[in-house]
C-alpha cells in the first residue's frame, strides 16, 4: 500500500486528533463485557455518585419517584442504607453546581490577574512542558526495553510487540501534545474581558439548566470526585440521613484562554494552587423537620444569651414544641455540637428511623429484598 502525506487538507493538530478519539473511547459503554444494570446509564449521576463508606455505585431503584441506594448494600457488603430521593437529589446537585459556578463572578477579577500572571511568567506552559518530557523520556526507554526483549526472544513475541505499539501509540501522543504547547507559546491568546467572563458563566448556567444530556457532560467536567454519599446521625440518634460530598474544580467553567492556563498550572507540583477555582461542599438532601431547624436556631441565640422563653416568645414557638426543641439543644451542647447531626464511621448498633419504615433488609434479592416484619 502506497500513502501519501497531505498537510494541506488538515483541519485539527494531531493533539486534538488523538484527545478527541480518546474522548469518543471513553464513552463506550461495553469497553469490557461486564453484566450489569445498562439503565443506570441514562441518569444525570451515573458513574459519579458513589457510597461515602464502601465506594460502590449508587444505583436508582425504582422506574417513577425512585432512589438511589448503595449496590453494596443489597447483598449486605455494605451497612450504609441510607437513601436519596431521586427527585430532590438530582435538582439539589445542579442547583448547588449552579450557584458555585455563578459564585465565580465576585472573583472573575482575581482569576484573570492570575492568568495574566502566568501568561507573562509562562510558569503554566513550561510546567507541562516539563511533564511532557517526562513522560516522553520515559516511553523512549521503555520502547527500547521492549525491542531488546523481542530481539533476544525474552517472552511471549505476541505479547511484547502489542505492548510496543501501545508504547509507541503514546509516544506518538505525547510528542503531538508537546508540538501543540510549542505553538500555543508562539499564538498571543487574548483574555476575555470581565463583561464577557461573565457572559460565559451565565451561558454555562443556561446549559446546567436545559437539555439533561449536555448538563450530564458539563457537571463530569466540573467534578474533581465522584459525588459521595456519607451518613449523618441525628443528634437523638434517632435517626440518619444523607448527605453528599461534592469537590468541585470550577476551572472548566471558563472559556479556553483561561482555563487552559488554570488547568496546566494545577500540574505543577511545586507551584502555589489557586484555591478560587476549587471548592469542597457538604450539601444536605434530606427533609428536614422543624424540630431540627428550630433547634438550630436556638443554639445560635443561646450564645447571644437569651434565655429559652425570650427565644420562644421571638420565633413563635409553642411550649411544646420548645420543650422538644429544648432537649435537642441540650444534647447539642453536652456533645460540643455546632449543628444537631455528626457524621457516622461505623454502623449504628440500633437506629429507630434507619432510612424509612418501607426499609428493605438487604441480602435476601438482588433488588433489595423482603420488607421487614413491623
Known amino acids: 500500500m502506497e500513502t501519501r502525506q497531505s498537510e494541506h487538507l488538515r483541519i485539527v493538530s494531531d493533539a486534538l486528533w488523538y484527545k478527541a478519539n480518546a474522548v469518543v473511547d471513553k464513552r ?59 427527585e430532590r437529589t438530582e435538582p439539589k446537585v445542579l442547583e448547588t453546581v449552579v450557584n458555585e459556578v455563578l459564585s465565580l ?107 439533561e444530556a449536555r448538563a450530564t457532560v458539563i457537571l463530569r467536567q466540573l467534578l474533581a470526585a465522584p ?5 449523618y446521625m441525628r443528634v437523638d440518634r434517632k435517626k440518619v440521613v444523607p448527605r453528599l460530598e461534592i469537590d468541585l474544580n470550577l476551572v472548566a467553567a471558563f472559556p479556553p484562554p483561561v482555563a487552559d492556563p488554570l488547568r496546566r498550572s494545577m500540574l505543577d507540583a511545586e507551584a502555589a494552587q489557586p484555591t478560587l477555582v476549587t471548592r469542597s461542599l457538604l450539601v444536605d438532601v434530606f427533609y428536614q423537620p422543624q424540630l431540627v431547624q428550630h433547634a438550630v436556631q436556638i443554639v445560635e441565640r443561646r450564645r447571644t444569651g437569651l434565655t429559652y422563653k425570650a427565644i420562644a416568645e421571638e420565633l413563635g414557638l409553642t411550649k411544646y414544641h420548645m420543650e422538644n426543641c429544648a432537649r435537642v439543644c441540650q444534647m447539642m451542647e453536652e456533645q460540643g455540637l455546632a449543628e444537631p447531626y455528626f457524621r457516622l464511621t461505623e454502623k449504628p448498633d440500633k437506629v429507630s428511623k434507619w432510612c424509612s419504615k418501607h426499609w428493605l433488609k438487604a441480602g435476601h434479592r438482588k433488588t433489595g429484598g423482603r420488607r421487614r416484619a413491623s
Open 28 to 86: 463506550r459503554v461495553f469497553q469490557k463485557p461486564v453484566r450489569g444494570t445498562a439503565r443506570q446509564h441514562r441518569w444525570l449521576l451515573s458513574d459519579v455518585f458513589v457510597c461515602g463508606i464502601c465506594g460502590a455505585k449508587m444505583y436508582s431503584y425504582g422506574k417513577t419517584n425512585g432512589n438511589f441506594r448503595c449496590s453494596a448494600s443489597a447483598n449486605g457488603q455494605c451497612w450504609n442504607r441510607v437513601y436519596c430521593l431521586r
Open 227 to 231: 459525588i459521595r454519599v456519607v451518613p
Open 105 to 211: 463572578a465576585g472573583v472573575r477579577d482575581a482569576v484573570l490577574a492570575h492568568v495574566r500572571k502566568l501568561h507573562a511568567t509562562g510558569g503554566s506552559m513550561e510546567a507541562e512542558r516539563k511533564r511532557l518530557d517526562k513522560d516522553e523520556k520515559r516511553l523512549v526507554a521503555a520502547i527500547e526495553r521492549l525491542t531488546a526483549a523481542i530481539e533476544t526472544g525474552d517472552g511471549s513475541v505476541k505479547t511484547l510487540t502489542a505492548r510496543l505499539s501501545d508504547r509507541e501509540h503514546e509516544l506518538t501522543v505525547v510528542r503531538s501534545q508537546r508540538h501543540d504547547l510549542e505553538e500555543q507559546a508562539k499564538a498571543k491568546t487574548k483574555l476575555p474581558s470581565a463583561a464577557k467572563l461573565l457572559e460565559h458563566l451565565e451561558a454555562v448556567k443556561g446549559e446546567l439548566l436545559g437539555d
